[in-house]
């Protein structure tokens, strides 16, 4: 198995709000639009779709109940410290709940973390520290 993912898919509660959210307050594109299930452009990077939350679980054998952190973070590397501040700011005025204000780290990169109206969580973050990095733009 490659160190490769193919897709990432969401399992979403209200599925309407989570379009909203992504769409209008992040300014994601739709690839397609199934109303069972949503992709969206993927710019390069791997394709992120939403499914409903009971659907997806069921399609996978686990239970849709759950809370807590779930062990998984989207990370998002962008090019400067500025740029981290414009999407933490986009993202709390969609709605997203700011886990970690935006601001320097302890080993020196730049960064800060939201979570979504279902509460996946994303790290947006800027390391100076190399020039090989996973950018997302």
Do not use: C
């Amino acid at each position: 198995m490659n160190a490769h993912v193919s897709s990432i898919l969401l399992g979403v509660r209200d599925m309407d709000r989570s379009k909203r959210f992504y769409t209008e307050g992040l300014g994601w594109k739709v690839q397609r639009d199934y109303g069972i299930s949503v992709f969206f452009e993927p710019n390069g990077g791997s394709l992120v779709g939403f499914y409903g939350r009971d659907g997806l679980a069921a399609d996978n054998g686990a239970s849709p109940e759950g809370s807590g952190f779930s062990g998984l973070v989207l990370n998002y590397v962008v090019r400067s410290e500025a740029r981290v501040d414009e999407i933490m700011a986009e993202a709390e005025e969609a709605g997203a709940t700011i886990l970690k204000p935006a601001a320097t780290l302890q080993w020196g990169g730049y960064g800060g973390s939201f979570a979504d109206p279902d509460g996946y969580i994303w790290s947006i973050g800027y390391s100076a520290q190399g020039k090989d990095q996973p950018y997302a733009e």
